[in-house]
């Protein structure tokens, strides 16, 4: 299937691309502007993104964790070098085929991403508090819709 290309045209208003366009945007800059909070664990965004995908999905292998990251494996064997020397990673042998190693998470890694998202959550909450309980609404109702474009 061939790629679908993008008109230099703006998007007739509540069409889909129109609305594609607007929810683009919108997810682009609330995750900017949150992931400020992430400057208070002190690590790179590769490093908490890394740690994200083994805190939130489990141990992995370099490999799956490089492709996991789109980055290649070179790359992530870098990364996964300079978290187990912060002790964030540990490597551990597969228990079913002894020529596989796994990455997993260390509890300091847990502790880290979940305090990451607790001041995540309290930016977004005191902005969300801000808002009228109409406005509470609207965005409580549109959160499945999201979750559905989002795969989950």
Same mark, same amino acid.
């Given at each position: 299937?061939?790629?679908?290309?993008?008109?230099?045209? =703006?998007?007739?208003? *509540?069409?889909?691309?129109?609305?594609? +366009?607007?929810?683009?945007?919108?997810?682009?800059?609330?995750?900017?502007?949150?992931?400020?909070?992430?400057?208070?664990? *002190?690590?790179?965004?590769?490093?908490?993104?890394?740690?994200?995908?083994?805190?939130? *999905?489990?141990?992995?292998?370099?490999?799956?964790?490089?492709? =996991?990251?789109?980055?290649?494996?070179?790359?992530?064997?870098?990364?996964?070098?300079?978290? /187990?020397? +912060?002790?964030?990673?540990?490597?551990?042998?597969?228990?079913?085929? *002894?020529?596989?190693?796994?990455?997993?998470?260390?509890?300091?890694?847990?502790?880290?991403?979940?305090?990451?998202?607790?001041?995540?959550?309290?930016?977004?909450?005191?902005?969300?508090?801000?808002?009228?309980?109409? /406005?509470?609404?609207?965005?409580?109702?549109?959160?499945?819709?999201?979750?559905?474009?989002?795969?989950?």
């Amino acid at each position: 299937m061939a790629p679908r290309q993008v008109s230099s045209r =703006a998007p007739r208003a *509540g069409s889909a691309d129109a609305v594609a +366009d607007r929810l683009h945007s919108a997810a682009i800059h609330l995750l900017r502007r949150l992931r400020r909070e992430d400057d208070a664990s *002190g690590l790179s965004a590769p490093r908490l993104s890394a740690l994200s995908v083994l805190v939130f *999905g489990g141990p992995q292998t370099i490999g799956a964790l490089a492709a =996991a990251e789109q980055v290649r494996v070179p790359t992530m064997s870098r990364l996964v070098v300079q978290l /187990e020397a +912060d002790n964030l990673l540990k490597r551990v042998p597969d228990a079913t085929d *002894g020529r596989v190693v796994r990455v997993e998470a260390t509890p300091a890694a847990h502790a880290l991403l979940h305090a990451g998202r607790r001041r995540r959550v309290a930016a977004l909450s005191a902005d969300v508090a801000r808002m009228t309980a109409d /406005e509470r609404r609207t965005i409580l109702d549109a959160i499945p819709l999201i979750e559905k474009l989002a795969g989950r």
